[in-house]
């Protein structure tokens, strides 16, 4: 028996769940993600640095098992489905925990019956990964929304429908529903999600693990009354509140020691942001030996035109003032008549004192008139986009990287600061090209998208944990029971 836990992390993407369960004591065994560019930053962290890119490319060309042998398969899971050998590998190995998270939204128990819904073919793919590998315990993660009950005549919700489909699978697992929000476990966001967390059925048994099929919420748990009485055994303990000494981490917390050019050195760091500048990587490259602080990758700014800049400068300019964003859609709505839109922006714009100034000194307007021409020569369609705010949690980081906008700066944000905002350690170089745009968003997955769609290594680490004190509390009792026998 082996001291390590071994774990499996499927449609892994850029590998943020591989790297919080790394760091609560988890060795992730293979990963398997069907994206070449999302795959080739998990090789660059995970497998090996690609100094040279001849040798990714080498290993796109190995089959399907030799590259599980190297830790990462770049095909769809089903590819691994169609290796016996392999199957017959990982089965032997003792899995301790498979985890990912597949597509689930339009998951339904009579998807099994079904094999044409191309909706439900990937989650059913990783029940049968489970149900061949049988591994001990099981974590499945998605979006928030994916809980509710949205389908017609009180069905129940594909949430719901997975959890009854993995407590069903192989030999059955204890499956705990939670809706966790990462920036209660040391995230500066505010990122929800859900998860289904098993533990295989004999396990559970014999560790006296109940599970309940209520979703536990890490929003219930406060510090001054713990729920740990009823706090489901496999959830994780949350670690950061609203109030006290453990507040929730800020905008402020993440990118503080971030200017244009890279690091800022003349200012005191955040405990976050020298835990993000120190983490070692996973791998290091000869260059990275020799450089005692981790080289800033992936903050590279992009260039916008001097009207979108008067525009990103007059969003902080909102936020300061609490002025909704859709003002500047205002002008260019055309269900309103003329004299009613100028209204609108006039109720929109009234109370405040003239000259208008941002917090660095620069005028915005000096005059009620001049505001409104301004508002009129910024007007835009656009009413996701907003500056954000120095001393809140960063909302939920997405795949585009338009959508906000730096709290200080006319600019949106690098690569490296959305990473920081989804708690990935400077160390951690992501790969492939930044960003895309047009039909390629649906099959291209560039940096800024990878970064959007991981998992928090801070919040996977959470889970992981928890986890490993479960199962290796398990392996150490059934060790001492082999022992006592033995010894009958």
């Given at each position: 028996?082996?001291?390590?836990?071994?774990?499996?992390?499927?449609?892994?993407?850029?590998?943020?769940?591989?790297?919080?369960?790394?760091?609560?004591?988890?060795?992730?065994?293979?990963?398997?993600?069907?994206?070449?560019?999302?795959?080739?930053?998990?090789?660059?962290?995970?497998?090996?640095?690609?100094?040279?890119?001849?040798?990714?490319?080498?290993?796109?060309?190995?089959?399907?098992?030799?590259?599980?042998?190297?830790?990462?398969?770049?095909?769809?899971?089903?590819?691994?489905?169609?290796?016996?050998?392999?199957?017959?590998?990982?089965?032997?190995?003792?899995?301790?925990?498979?985890?990912?998270?597949?597509?689930?939204?339009?998951?339904?128990?009579?998807?099994?019956?079904?094999?044409?819904?191309?909706?439900?073919?990937?989650?059913?793919?990783?029940?049968?990964?489970?149900?061949?590998?049988?591994?001990?315990?099981?974590?499945?993660?998605?979006?928030?929304?994916?809980?509710?009950?949205?389908?017609?005549?009180?069905?129940?919700?594909?949430?719901?429908?997975?959890?009854?489909?993995?407590?069903?699978?192989?030999?059955?697992?204890?499956?705990?529903?939670?809706?966790?929000?990462?920036?209660?476990?040391?995230?500066?966001?505010?990122?929800?999600?859900?998860?289904?967390?098993?533990?295989?059925?004999?396990?559970?048994?014999?560790?006296?693990?109940?599970?309940?099929?209520?979703?536990?919420?890490?929003?219930?748990?406060?510090?001054?009354?713990?729920?740990?009485?009823?706090?489901?055994?496999?959830?994780?303990?949350?670690?950061?509140?609203?109030?006290?000494?453990?507040?929730?981490?800020?905008?402020?917390?993440?990118?503080?020691?971030?200017?244009?050019?890279?690091?800022?050195?003349?200012?005191?760091?955040?405990?976050?942001?020298?835990?993000m500048r120190t983490n070692e990587p996973l791998l290091k490259s000869e260059d990275d030996k020799l450089e005692n602080t981790p080289s800033l990758h992936n903050h590279?700014?992009r260039s916008h035109s001097d009207l979108v800049r008067r525009r990103f400068e007059f969003y902080q300019f909102l936020r300061d003032a609490r002025i909704d964003t859709?003002?500047?859609?205002?002008?260019?709505?055309?269900?309103?008549?003329?004299?009613?839109?100028?209204?609108?922006?006039?109720?929109?714009?009234?109370?405040?004192?003239?000259?208008?100034?941002?917090?660095?000194?620069?005028?915005?307007?000096?005059?009620?008139?001049?505001?409104?021409?301004?508002?009129?020569?910024?007007?835009?369609?656009?009413?996701?986009?907003?500056?954000?705010?120095?001393?809140?949690?960063?909302?939920?980081?997405?795949?585009?990287?338009?959508?906000?906008?730096?709290?200080?700066?006319?600019?949106?944000?690098?690569?490296?600061?959305?990473?920081?905002?989804?708690?990935?350690?400077?160390?951690?170089?992501?790969?492939?090209?930044?960003?895309?745009?047009?039909?390629?968003?649906?099959?291209?997955?560039?940096?800024?998208?990878?970064?959007?769609?991981?998992?928090?290594?801070?919040?996977?680490?959470?889970?992981?944990?928890?986890?490993?004190?479960?199962?290796?509390?398990?392996?150490?009792?059934?060790?001492?029971?082999?022992?006592?026998?033995?010894?009958?």
């Amino acid at each position: 028996m082996t001291s390590s836990l071994a774990c499996i992390d499927l449609f892994a993407g850029c590998g943020g769940l591989s790297l919080g369960l790394k760091r609560a004591g988890f060795e992730v065994k293979l990963a398997v993600e069907k994206s070449p560019m999302a795959a080739e930053t998990y090789y660059h962290n995970f497998v090996e640095p690609i100094c040279d890119p001849a040798k990714w490319n080498d290993h796109l060309g190995l089959s399907t098992l030799e590259q599980a042998h190297r830790g990462l398969v770049v095909d769809a899971l089903e590819e691994v489905l169609g290796s016996e050998e392999l199957l017959r590998e990982l089965r032997a190995a003792g899995i301790d925990l498979v985890a990912g998270g597949p597509p689930c939204q339009g998951f339904s128990l009579a998807g099994r019956r079904n094999p044409g819904d191309i909706r439900n073919e990937l989650p059913w793919q990783f029940l049968e990964f489970v149900e061949r590998v049988e591994p001990k315990a099981v974590i499945i993660e998605n979006v928030a929304g994916m809980r509710h009950d949205f389908r017609k005549h009180g069905a129940r919700s594909p949430f719901e429908d997975l959890r009854i489909a993995l407590s069903r699978t192989g030999p059955g697992y204890a499956v705990q529903p939670m809706a966790l929000n990462a920036m209660h476990f040391g995230v500066p966001q505010h990122r929800p999600r859900v998860f289904l967390v098993g533990l295989r059925r004999d396990l559970a048994d014999a560790e006296g693990v109940r599970v309940t099929t209520d979703t536990w919420l890490s929003q219930n748990e406060t510090p001054h009354e713990p729920q740990v009485p009823s706090r489901p055994a496999l959830a994780p303990s949350r670690t950061h509140f609203g109030t006290g000494h453990r507040q929730h981490l800020t905008v402020k917390d993440a990118i503080s020691d971030l200017g244009n050019e890279g690091y800022l050195f003349d200012q005191p760091l955040t405990d976050y942001a020298r835990e993000m500048r120190t983490n070692e990587p996973l791998l290091k490259s000869e260059d990275d030996k020799l450089e005692n602080t981790p080289s800033l990758h992936n903050h590279v700014l992009r260039s916008h035109s001097d009207l979108v800049r008067r525009r990103f400068e007059f969003y902080q300019f909102l936020r300061d003032a609490r002025i909704d964003t859709r003002l500047l859609s205002l002008p260019l709505r055309t269900d309103v008549f003329d004299a009613e839109r100028r209204e609108m922006i006039h109720d929109a714009i009234k109370g405040l004192e003239f000259p208008l100034m941002l917090e660095n000194g620069k005028t915005i307007a000096r005059s009620k008139g001049a505001l409104v021409r301004l508002v009129n020569r910024l007007a835009t369609k656009k009413h996701s986009q907003r500056a954000l705010s120095l001393d809140s949690p960063a909302p939920t980081v997405v795949s585009l990287p338009d959508d906000y906008v730096h709290p200080t700066e006319a600019r949106t944000l690098t690569v490296r600061e959305m990473a920081r905002f989804q708690s990935f350690p400077d160390a951690f170089e992501f790969r492939a090209k930044e960003t895309t745009g047009g039909t390629k968003r649906r099959t291209e997955v560039p940096q800024y998208t990878q970064v959007g769609n991981a998992v928090p290594p801070k919040l996977a680490e959470a889970l992981g944990r928890r986890l490993a004190s479960i199962i290796s509390t398990a392996r150490f009792e059934e060790h001492r029971g082999k022992g006592d026998a033995a010894v009958a």
